[in-house]
């Protein structure tokens, strides 16, 4: 489908086609295997600039939005959603100092994200607050000019080898939802360390580990906005970067449904190949429609995002939610159109499968997106507004 793309974005896309094909494809099973962070990839997607697509230019980005940021994920996601998550888990570090920072944060903290210099985390869930992050526990209490953190953030994507990390704490237990404030944390401050690195069913070359704050004290500088402002940067964050976890899931979808047609179409199954059997034919067609069909949503909810119209929580919602259940769908067909080789490592359809399964669970999983697609389309109805 031709989804108009410019120029600028087409030559995007090919970049990351090019870094994802020729540096990322011969590595990618070493790196699952292994679970180490792709620091050689991470330079190479810096030295071509696409860390900072969607930073302004004045913070050395190239001043484009959510739409480019999804169209190279998609790219490195098609052959490893793994590696791709070191550029989209740090757009995810990113966008609360985007949407929330002063200028000086954003001079300060921006600036070496868009090149690439450094790399960024996201730090919400607690072991005892994942889907409700209200029940979180982690503090920030104010001590003259600083704040005092104490308390630990679990499953952080790209903690430990990020630099910057945007925590969200308690301020003010009794007002609940508006207690929470974002802060930034850099690396190497005194009382911030790192717990258990998780070994995980996929995305095995991003890094997920737990954040722990002992007597951290920080400068009332690190406060993102203003205090309780927490949640709210946490949801508007969430309808930018969700797409770019939907991104993801696509990416894999894509890759999933080519060696799948790669396969079928060469593997020989009674003097003729498995696609020229009909039901095999269905099975692909019905991938491939389901994949477009993500392509659509996604695409559209990414230019919607960018048109800054209206906030788009609905769509950024249903976009994550569509891509990855599709994305675990077809990967799982993808195994099963493999046959006993699907289960095999040495294709990389199993790797794909396990990898599906996650973009269900992050930035919300995805009954948390239902019971949002469910509340909008109630507040909707009750505001009497239509499509
Ligand atoms: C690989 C990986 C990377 C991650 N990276 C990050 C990161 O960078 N930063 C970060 O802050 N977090 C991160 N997370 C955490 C992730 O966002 C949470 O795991 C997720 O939000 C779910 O929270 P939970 O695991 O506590 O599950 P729970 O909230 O305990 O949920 C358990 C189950 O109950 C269901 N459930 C819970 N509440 C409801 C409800 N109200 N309605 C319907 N069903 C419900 C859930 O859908 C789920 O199936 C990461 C997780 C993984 C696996």
């Avoid at 052959?79 to 200028?103: F, M, Q, R, S, W």
């Avoid at 996201?122 to 526990?137: C, K, Q, R, V, Y």
């Avoid at 953030?153 to 007002?175: E, P, R, S």
């Amino acid at each position: 489908m031709d989804y108009n793309l410019t120029d600028e974005q087409k030559d995007l896309v090919a970049v990351a086609r090019g870094i994802a094909e020729e540096n990322m494809k011969p590595v990618r099973r070493q790196y699952d295997r292994e679970g180490t962070y792709p620091w050689d990839i991470v330079r190479l997607l810096a030295d071509a600039g696409l860390f900072g697509v969607y930073i302004p230019k004045e913070y050395g980005g190239r001043g484009m939005g959510v739409f480019e940021l999804v169209l190279v994920v998609e790219e490195l996601s098609r052959v490893d959603a793994g590696i791709a998550l070191c550029l989209a888990g740090t757009a995810l570090g990113a966008y609360p100092i985007l949407l929330g920072g002063n200028d000086e944060q954003k001079e300060k903290y921006l600036t070496p994200l868009a090149k690439g210099e450094k790399v960024a985390a996201f730090a919400l869930t607690e072991h005892e607050a994942g889907s409700n992050p209200i029940a979180m526990t982690t503090s920030a209490v104010k001590d003259g000019d600083s704040y005092i953190v104490n308390g630990a953030k679990c499953f952080i994507t790209n903690g430990g080898d990020a630099d910057i990390y945007t925590l969200m704490a308690v301020t003010n237990k009794q007002k609940g939802a508006r207690g929470i404030s974002a802060f930034v944390v850099e690396k190497d401050t005194p009382g911030f360390d790192f717990g258990k690195k998780e070994n995980k069913l996929g995305i095995r070359a991003s890094s997920t580990r737990e954040l722990v704050f002992d007597d951290c004290r920080l400068p009332k500088e690190n406060l993102l906005a203003r205090e309780g402002m927490g949640l709210i940067l946490t949801l508007r964050t969430f309808d930018a970067t969700r797409p770019g976890v939907a991104a993801q899931a696509l990416g894999i979808a894509t890759g999933a449904l080519e060696e799948a047609i790669a396969f079928t179409t060469s593997h020989p199954a009674g003097g003729e190949s498995l696609a020229s059997s009909q039901g095999i034919q269905h099975k692909l067609a019905d991938m491939a429609t389901e994949v477009e069909a993500s392509r659509a949503l996604l695409y559209a909810t990414a230019r919607m995002v960018d048109s800054g119209k209206t906030r788009s929580t609905k769509e950024s919602a249903m976009s994550k939610l569509y891509c990855s259940d599709i994305a675990m769908r077809v990967a799982s067909d993808a195994v099963g159109l493999f046959g006993e080789r699907g289960c095999l490592n040495d294709y990389p359809v199993e790797k794909m499968m396990r990898d599906a399964k996650i973009t269900q669970i992050y930035e919300g999983t995805n009954q948390i997106q239902r019971n949002e697609i469910a509340l909008a389309l109630i507040k909707e109805m009750a505001a009497g507004s239509s499509r």
